[in-house]
């Protein structure tokens, strides 16, 4: 495709090809990203027979190189001359699907699944099915890991012959002597069965699952549960009970911590798997059990899933099964040893009050709201704060309020200023549901001790709670109780506590606007001003950055008369900052 | 098999490292490990480098030779380096390797010093890739106006070449100084423990890391224990053991609980009262466990002794093996010049027969377990020609020294063996004495 004088177009390509084995890496990766451009370039002729065989002996590389030539690779059908050759791109992705590196095996992998679409029927049992096989029988693990996930896309679309032979494949590595590739047939097992036909499911699959489930390594036990969800879903009903329940019941008594987890963390997956009846029959003691298990780790898990469960409960009886059966499991998990318990259920026990309703809720959730709002860790304490509007909508929060107000005192005041900036960020959510009158009352003194934190942290994070108050309660709130206290903060001795007063006004203009020009020019304007004498520079370059912020809002007098002198002469400042500032501003409101 | 003071004879086979008496403190090596299926042997040192050994395919015309370890690989794993937050130096020795199981083409070992772990792939490159566009295979460039085609660089064969990558980098989780490193039985996770905590990782995952078991005390005053040694079980993937300074061993079952703050075995033998000395607390302290093969037993090893436990029995060992006994009368100077705290390894042969570890003067003992018979072999220059049997030596513990034996008082105590290792199928066996490495195997009849 190269003329005698086309030099040209081809030096960028030549660059390219050179820099694919380039010493940088950085200049590799760049290469195999623009692998396309190049392939173009060759032509599908050239690609096919030259630059493929060198990609797939290029595994030596640095893993983000792998991966990057595995994922091109996935979307280079049309450049190897479409559907008819896409075998061709099976070599180099073989090889890559045996590196150490699960990442790149993993998208070499992808990258196989996808162009399996792209062969005919005849390729795939000609080429596709083959590869499959080799890496079933590879002698690595690596490859015998990659073939699990390749099984589930050919199944379909291949012979009944080849079908069985693919059955026997994967029954082979779900008894592989590493734990490796039982993981991998583990993981692949729900997905499998997913394709093959529902007598196979019964007569294969059940059986691998159950020998996975029963697996000596925790680590492959745990991955049947997973599986447990996808099989039981494609299962009839009336099978449930004994194909897959006793399996399950195993997995939640399980002597390892590590499986029990992993069934409370999949509890509500495999409630709506099995449906209505067995929940109610089976999986309603087996989460009593989760509730109680003596690992913390799994507590937190089944505690982190009360609300979900509860919710999936079928209707018809679901409050006597919440009231009789969780509720009680719930109540001691409120004062449980392990503060992850606790804040688990925090995080998710106010959303039982919609479930039970404005009753129940008053009678038997309040009290657990208020223990957990007395609770020594902080972090259970945030968690019921920032769920609030779940109680809000069924009992309304003022029954609450006289145990939140000492919460919230406490949380403010808390001595790791990472607790302090979390319910920081809950104040305009309590601000809105509390009410501007409880707010003003007892509340606004906090946010107003914010600004003067002496972390710097809080303090932003109180300007910017500052602003959303302000876009709640309104401009006219903001003029009588936040600005006063502003800008009197404006003559404070610590010129930390001067910038403050900057970083609210800013946010206040922002909020006010135009609308509020009044406020602006005569209230906050003339303390800006007269900052711009400060004696610190970082307070003098914060003013010339707040008038570039107040000068849109003003009217043209105000500007020119006011506005322009002081920032002229901040634009002569000895200090390098404040004349940089200065001068920005000067432009952005073109004052020049 | 036959045991070593029986049928079998020990020959020489080759010896690694520098000859001249003067070592270099950077060669002393400091630790021996066989890989997994034996052919590949690796060894640390305190100047942080790794040697790996490779077995040569066998020669066919020459069957009494058995094929020599030859270097493979040899790679700086870790550097001198320098805690500025606590003003620590951090040494680059090697204090353990530890190999995977070989899950493709090329091999992967973790290396550990004091604070950090790194994972090393080993692997073979034969190709090269040659043809540039835009210059010569030489270097030179060419004139970009001659470029009338474009050339795709294609693969030609080179010689073997040995490349060792460091391919992860386990760091900041250790406090104290790291003793120990296992691999768990699902080739997934692995342990580090230092001397007062253990943590478990996932051999992906370097960024964090789960903390397993911790004996430090709220107090730092009032401890009284530190761990010396972990492992994990061969085949049980939620099992394993720790040992501490007092002599005791702890079996932790990780399925019962994520903290394994308590143990579900303790293994410990009474102290004998007749015994009991102002050192006994210092000699009882182990350093080194293993579990044999089949799992079924570990060996501890003590200042004096070697001890065989059954999992099963927690009271008392069910083999004790004295390894240098006539040593208990001159604990005073060993204390006095610091000995009394070596610590010696301990290794099973590939059928769990026989054990093996070092002592003072470049001896080395090996225990029949069967045959209830013991042998002490010397690792020395003088016997190092090929295939010369090692002839058993003997200490002289008191009374009248007869012909051939060796004076308590004339060991040499900077002469020891503290990492020995052995060939998890064949009779080889890897010696490490203080710069030196020496393989010796059975003698083939």
Same mark, same amino acid.
């Given at each position: 495709?190269?003329?005698?004088d086309?030099?040209?177009?081809l030096?960028?390509?030549a660059v390219?090809?050179d820099e694919?084995?380039?010493?940088?890496?950085? &200049?590799?990766?760049?290469s195999?990203?623009?692998?396309s451009t190049?392939?173009?370039?060759?032509?599908?002729?050239? %690609?096919?027979?030259?630059?493929?065989?060198?990609?797939?002996?290029?595994?030596?590389?640095?893993d983000?190189?792998?991966?990057?030539?595995?994922?091109?690779?996935?979307?280079? +059908?049309?450049?190897?001359?479409?559907?008819?050759?896409?075998?061709?791109l099976l070599?180099?992705?073989?090889s890559?699907?045996?590196v150490?590196e699960?990442?790149v095996r993993?998208?070499?992998?992808?990258? &196989?699944?996808?162009?399996?679409?792209?062969?005919?029927?005849?390729d795939?049992?000609v080429?596709?099915?083959p590869?499959?096989?080799?890496?079933? @029988?590879?002698?690595?693990?690596?490859s015998?890991?990659?073939a699990?996930g390749?099984?589930s896309?050919?199944y379909?679309r291949?012979?009944?012959?080849?079908?069985?032979?693919?059955?026997?494949?994967?029954?082979?590595?779900?008894?592989?002597d590493?734990?490796?590739?039982?993981?991998?047939?583990?993981?692949?097992?729900g997905?499998?069965?997913?394709?093959?036909?529902? $007598?196979?499911?019964k007569?294969d699959i059940?059986?691998?699952? %159950?020998?996975?489930a029963s697996?000596?390594?925790?680590?492959?036990?745990?991955?049947a549960?997973?599986?447990c969800?996808s099989?039981a879903?494609?299962?009839?009903q009336?099978?449930?009970?004994?194909?897959v329940?006793?399996? &399950?019941?195993? !997995? !939640?008594?399980?002597?390892?911590w590590?499986?029990?987890?992993?069934?409370?963390?999949k509890?509500?997956?495999?409630q709506k798997?099995?449906g209505?009846?067995?929940?109610?029959?089976?999986l309603?003691?087996a989460?009593?059990?989760?509730?109680?298990?003596?690992?913390?780790?799994?507590?937190?898990?089944?505690?982190?899933?009360?609300?979900?469960?509860?919710e999936?409960?079928?209707?018809?009886?679901?409050?006597?099964?919440?009231?009789?059966?969780?509720?009680?499991c719930v109540?001691?998990l409120?004062?449980?040893?392990?503060q992850h318990?606790?804040?688990?259920?925090?995080?998710?026990i106010?959303?039982? #009050?919609t479930?039970l309703?404005?009753?129940n809720?008053?009678?038997?959730?309040l009290?657990?709201?208020?223990a957990q709002l007395?609770?020594e860790?902080?972090?259970?304490?945030l968690?019921i704060?920032?769920?609030?509007?779940?109680?809000?909508?069924?009992?309304?929060?003022?029954?609450?309020?006289?145990?939140?107000?000492? !919460?919230?005192?406490?949380?403010?005041?808390?001595?790791?200023?990472r607790?302090?900036?979390a319910?920081?960020?809950?104040m305009?959510l309590l601000?809105?549901?509390?009410g501007?009158e409880f707010?003003?009352?007892k509340?606004?003194?906090l946010?107003?001790?914010?600004?003067?934190?002496?972390?710097?942290a809080i303090?932003?994070?109180?300007t910017?709670n500052?602003m959303?108050?302000?876009?709640?309660?309104?401009?006219?709130w903001?003029q009588?109780?936040i600005?006063?206290k502003?800008?009197?903060?404006?003559?404070?001795?610590n010129?930390?506590?001067?910038?403050?007063?900057?970083?609210?006004?800013?946010?206040i203009v922002?909020?006010?606007?135009?609308?509020?020009?009044?406020i602006?020019?005569k209230?906050?304007?003339?303390?800006?001003l007269?900052?711009?004498?400060?004696q610190v520079?970082?307070?003098?370059?914060?003013?010339?950055?707040?008038?570039?912020?107040?000068g849109p809002v003003?009217?043209?007098n105000?500007?020119?008369?006011?506005?322009k002198?002081?920032?002229e002469?901040?634009?002569?400042?000895?200090?390098? $900052?404040?004349?940089?500032f200065?001068?920005?501003?000067?432009?952005?409101?073109?004052?020049? | 098999?036959?045991?070593?003071?029986?049928?079998m004879q020990w020959?020489? #086979?080759?010896?690694?490292?520098?000859?001249d =008496?003067?070592?270099?403190e950077?060669?002393?090596?400091?630790?021996?490990?066989?890989n997994?299926?034996g052919?590949? &042997?690796?060894?640390g040192?305190?100047?942080?480098?790794v040697v *790996?050994?490779?077995?040569e *395919?066998?020669n066919k015309s020459?069957?009494?030779?058995?094929s020599?370890?030859?270097?493979y690989s040899?790679?700086?794993s870790?550097?001198?380096?320098?805690d500025y937050?606590?003003?620590?130096?951090i040494?680059?020795?090697i204090n353990?390797?530890?190999?995977l199981?070989?899950?493709n083409?090329?091999?992967?070992?973790?290396?550990t010093?004091d604070?950090t772990?790194?994972l090393?792939?080993?692997?073979?490159?034969?190709?090269r890739p040659?043809?540039y566009n835009?210059?010569?295979?030489?270097?030179?460039?060419?004139?970009?106006?001659?470029? +009338?085609?474009?050339?795709v660089p294609?693969l030609?064969?080179?010689?073997?070449?040995?490349?060792?990558?460091?391919r992860?980098?386990?760091?900041?989780?250790?406090?104290?100084?790291?003793n120990?490193?296992?691999?768990?039985s699902?080739n997934e996770?692995?342990? @580090?423990? $230092?001397?007062?905590?253990?943590?478990?990782?996932h051999?992906?995952?370097? =960024?964090?890391?789960?903390?397993?078991?911790?004996?430090?005390?709220?107090?730092?005053?009032?401890? %009284?224990?530190v761990i010396?040694?972990?492992e994990?079980?061969?085949?049980?993937?939620?099992?394993f053991?720790?040992?501490? @300074?007092?002599?005791?061993?702890?079996?932790?079952?990780?399925?019962a609980?994520?903290?394994c703050?308590?143990h579900?075995?303790l293994f410990?033998?009474?102290?004998?009262?007749?015994?009991?000395?102002f050192?006994?607390?210092?000699?009882?302290s182990?350093?080194?466990?293993?579990f044999?093969h089949?799992?079924?037993?570990?060996m501890?090893?003590d200042?004096?002794?070697?001890?065989?436990?059954?999992?099963?029995?927690?009271?008392?060992p069910?083999?004790?093996y004295?390894v240098?006994?006539?040593?208990r009368?001159?604990?005073c100077?060993?204390?006095?010049?610091?000995?009394?705290f070596?610590?010696?390894?301990?290794?099973w042969n590939?059928n769990?027969?026989?054990?093996?570890?070092?002592?003072?003067?470049?001896?080395f003992r090996?225990f029949?377990?069967?045959?209830?018979? $013991?042998?002490?072999?010397?690792?020395?220059r003088?016997?190092?020609?090929?295939?010369q049997?090692?002839k058993?030596?003997?200490?002289?513990?008191g009374?009248?020294r007869?012909?051939d034996?060796?004076?308590?008082?004339?060991?040499?105590f900077?002469?020891k063996?503290?990492h020995?290792?052995w060939?998890?199928q064949?009779n080889i066996i890897?010696?490490?004495?203080t710069?030196?490495?020496?393989i010796?195997?059975?003698?083939?009849n």
């Open positions: 495709m190269a003329g005698a086309g030099d040209d177009s030096y960028p390509i390219l090809i694919l084995r380039n010493e940088d890496v950085q &200049l590799r990766l760049n195999i990203k623009k692998l190049i392939a173009l370039a060759l032509g599908v002729e050239r %690609t096919r027979t030259e630059l493929l065989p060198f990609l797939t002996d290029t595994i030596y590389d640095e983000e190189v792998l991966l990057a030539l595995a994922e091109q690779l996935g979307n280079f +059908t049309m450049l190897v001359g479409g559907p008819e050759y896409v075998h061709c070599p180099p992705l073989e890559l699907a045996t150490e699960t990442v993993d998208k070499a992998v992808e990258s &196989l699944r996808k162009i399996s679409q792209e062969h005919s029927p005849v795939l049992e080429h596709f099915e590869l499959v096989k080799r890496l079933a @029988s590879g002698d690595w693990f690596t015998r890991t990659s699990c390749l099984f896309v050919c379909p291949v012979s009944s012959t080849v079908k069985a032979e693919i059955r026997q494949h994967f029954r082979t590595l779900c008894s592989d590493t734990p490796m590739v039982r993981r991998a047939a583990a993981s692949k097992l997905e499998f069965a997913k394709v093959l036909e529902l $007598d196979y499911v007569s059940i059986s691998l699952f %159950t020998a996975l697996d000596e390594q925790d680590s492959v036990r745990l991955l549960v997973e599986a969800v099989i879903t494609l299962l009839p009336e099978d449930l009970e004994t194909l329940m006793p399996t &399950l019941r195993q !997995a !939640a008594e399980d002597k390892s590590r499986v029990r987890y992993m069934v409370a963390d509890f509500s997956e495999l798997a099995v209505p009846e067995i929940t109610k029959n089976d309603v003691p989460f009593q059990n989760l509730l109680k298990d003596c690992e913390a780790e799994v507590r937190a898990a089944a505690a982190n899933k009360v609300k979900e469960f509860c999936n409960l079928p209707e018809d009886n679901r409050e006597q099964i919440i009231m009789t059966h969780i509720l009680p109540k001691e409120v004062s449980d040893t392990n318990v606790k804040s688990a259920l925090a995080s998710v106010m959303g039982l #009050s479930i309703g404005k009753d809720t008053i009678e038997h959730l009290p657990l709201f208020l007395k609770d860790c902080p972090e259970v304490r968690n704060i920032s769920n609030l509007d779940c109680v809000n909508e069924v009992i309304g929060i003022r029954q609450l309020s006289q145990s939140l107000l000492p !919460a919230i005192v406490e949380l403010a005041e808390d001595a790791k200023w607790v302090r900036l319910i920081i960020e809950y305009p601000a809105g549901q509390l501007v707010f003003d009352e509340l606004n003194t946010c107003m001790a914010w600004l003067i934190d002496h972390v710097y303090r932003e994070a109180a910017c500052l959303k108050l302000v876009e709640k309660f309104g401009a006219e903001a009588n109780t600005v006063p502003v800008l009197g903060m404006a003559n404070d001795p010129y930390l506590h001067r910038m403050t007063t900057l970083f609210c006004i800013n946010v922002h909020c006010c606007g135009y609308p509020y020009r009044e602006t020019t209230q906050m304007l003339p303390v800006v007269k900052m711009s004498n400060d520079a970082n307070v003098r370059f914060n003013v010339a950055k707040s008038l570039q912020k107040i003003l009217d043209s105000a500007l020119q008369t006011e506005v002198p002081v920032l002469k901040l634009a002569s400042d000895t200090d390098m $900052d404040v004349k940089y200065a001068q920005e501003a000067i432009s952005v409101l073109a004052l020049a | 098999m036959a045991g070593p003071g029986g049928d020959c020489f #086979s080759q010896v690694k490292g520098a000859i =008496d003067d070592v270099a950077a060669d002393i090596i400091s630790t021996v490990e066989f997994h299926t052919e590949l &042997l690796a060894t040192d305190k100047g942080g480098r *790996i050994f490779q077995q *395919i066998e020459q069957p009494q030779f058995r020599e370890y030859n270097v040899t790679f700086q870790h550097e001198p380096e320098f937050l606590k003003s620590l130096e040494e680059e020795k353990k390797i530890r190999w199981p070989q899950k083409a090329a091999q992967f070992l973790l290396s010093n604070k772990i790194k090393w792939k080993i692997s073979e490159r034969d190709k040659e043809g835009l210059k010569e295979e030489d270097g030179r460039y060419k004139d970009p106006n001659t470029i +009338t085609s474009l050339r294609v030609i064969p080179m010689d073997l070449m040995v490349e060792a990558s460091p992860r980098v386990f760091a900041n989780a250790h406090t104290y100084h790291i120990s490193i296992s691999v768990n699902d996770t692995y342990l @580090s423990a $230092d001397d007062l905590r253990i943590n478990l990782w051999l992906e995952i370097t =960024d964090r890391s789960f903390n397993i078991v911790d004996i430090k005390p709220a107090n730092m005053e009032e401890l %009284t224990e010396t040694a972990a994990f079980h061969p085949h049980q993937c939620n099992t053991v720790y040992s501490s @300074s007092k002599g005791t061993i702890r079996l932790c079952d990780m399925r609980s994520a903290l703050d308590k579900s075995k410990e033998e009474p102290e004998d009262p007749s015994n009991r000395s050192f006994s607390e210092i000699i009882s182990i350093s080194d466990v293993k044999s089949n799992g079924r037993y570990m501890t090893r200042y004096l002794s070697v001890k065989i436990w059954d999992l099963n029995m927690e009271n008392r069910v083999e004790t004295q240098h006994e006539y040593l009368s001159k604990l100077s060993l204390y006095e010049n610091d000995c009394i070596d610590k010696f390894e301990c290794c590939g769990d027969s026989v054990v093996m570890t070092g002592s003072y003067n470049n001896f090996m029949d377990r069967g045959h209830r018979r $013991d042998v002490t072999l010397e690792a020395s003088e016997n190092s020609k090929p295939m049997v090692l058993p030596r003997k200490v002289c513990a009374g009248k007869k012909k034996e060796i004076s308590v008082d004339s060991l040499d900077n002469k063996i503290l020995t290792a060939h998890p064949d890897a010696v490490a004495t710069n030196n490495l020496y010796f195997q059975d003698k083939v």
